[in-house]
């Protein structure tokens, strides 16, 4: 009986751990930094909305992620064999299975937040479908902007269920817009450290198009949001510079350090950049929210 308790638990463990690999990659570049985006924006967010919070935005991840893996499998073994397709660890149908069935479940718990949520659930899903089934990955152009846009879904979702009120108000409304533009126009951040895969595979992003313009890109513009976003919030002249000169840094890296491995180490430290983007709602609230 003890032994049979065992292996069931150790069985179930594996599939939790098989789930987590799928967005592995997407804790510090979206999980991490909406959660802490849907805490500041949301009015009257309260602490304990937020393993909901992270749900909501983990479900959704995952169902996106699995969408993502399940068409290219053969990619993957070349350049994240750890993902669980390529490590073995589920089946192509088996994780088709799994990414339909999160479906309902996302829909279903979205709607007891009330209907912006389900919209921004729905919405998620369609862009997911667009983006994965109908090729809106492979053209830079689109797979930025779908990108964005479902990254602004995720924010608006979240964001709900982190507040204590069915709908976003208008320093929320200010907060995802603004979110979503920097996420459009820096986003390719994330493309430089999958470049030769990128290539490889023949997809057409931002990096691989115009490797140039788009280092050039986050130079001027992570410290330029930076400053931008300091003075919308109204953070203090100390804490601005601060921020601008670290965005200085994290954009002048991807111009002088090239490399597979240099540029995901400033990968990372974009994802702290965008972090603390998504924090500046929170401040503004904490000393001018009346």
């Known amino acids: 009986m003890l032994s049979q308790a065992t292996e ?19 804790v510090l570049t979206t999980l991490i930094p909406i959660t802490l985006f849907a805490l500041a924006a949301a009015p009257h967010a309260h602490i304990t909305r937020i393993p909901a919070t992270i749900i909501w935005i983990w479900m959704h991840l995952l169902k996106f992620d699995i ?13 994240k064999p750890d993902r669980p397709l390529p490590a073995g660890r589920i089946t192509v149908q088996n994780a088709e299975d799994v990414r339909w069935l999160l479906v309902p ?31 809106g990955h492979k053209v830079g152009f689109s797979k930025n902007i779908l990108t964005a846009t479902g990254y602004m879904c995720m924010e608006v979702g979240a964001t709900i269920v982190a507040g204590s009120s069915p709908s976003i108000d208008s320093i929320g409304a200010r907060a995802i817009a603004f ?36 280092r050039i ?9 930076s400053y931008c976003l300091s003075r919308l919030w109204q953070v203090d002249n100390i804490c601005s510079a601060a921020f601008v000169m670290y965005g200085m840094v994290v954009g002048a890296r991807f111009m002088i350090y090239r490399g597979a491995s240099a540029d995901r ?3 990372k430290l974009y994802s702290l950049w965008f972090t603390i983007v998504h924090l500046l709602p929170g401040y503004w609230r904490f000393f001018y929210s009346t």
């Open 8 to 26: 069931s638990g150790r069985r179930i463990s594996g599939h939790i751990l098989t789930l987590f690999l799928f967005t592995k990659s997407d």
């Open 67 to 79: 969408s993502n893996q399940i068409q290219d499998p053969e990619e993957d073994k070349r350049n």
């Open 105 to 135: 479940v996302c829909l279903l718990f979205s709607a007891k937040y009330g209907m912006q949520a389900l919209a921004s659930s729905i919405c998620f899903e369609a862009l997911s479908i667009w983006y994965n089934d109908f090729g």
């Open 179 to 214: 979110s979503c533009a920097v996420f459009a126009t820096t986003l390719h951040a994330q493309d430089f450290k999958d470049e030769e895969g990128d290539r490889f595979t023949g997809r057409r992003t931002l990096v691989t198009l115009f490797p140039m313009f788009a």
């Open 217 to 225: 890109s986050m130079m001027i513009g992570v410290p330029l949001w």
């Open 265 to 267: 180490q400033s990968c």
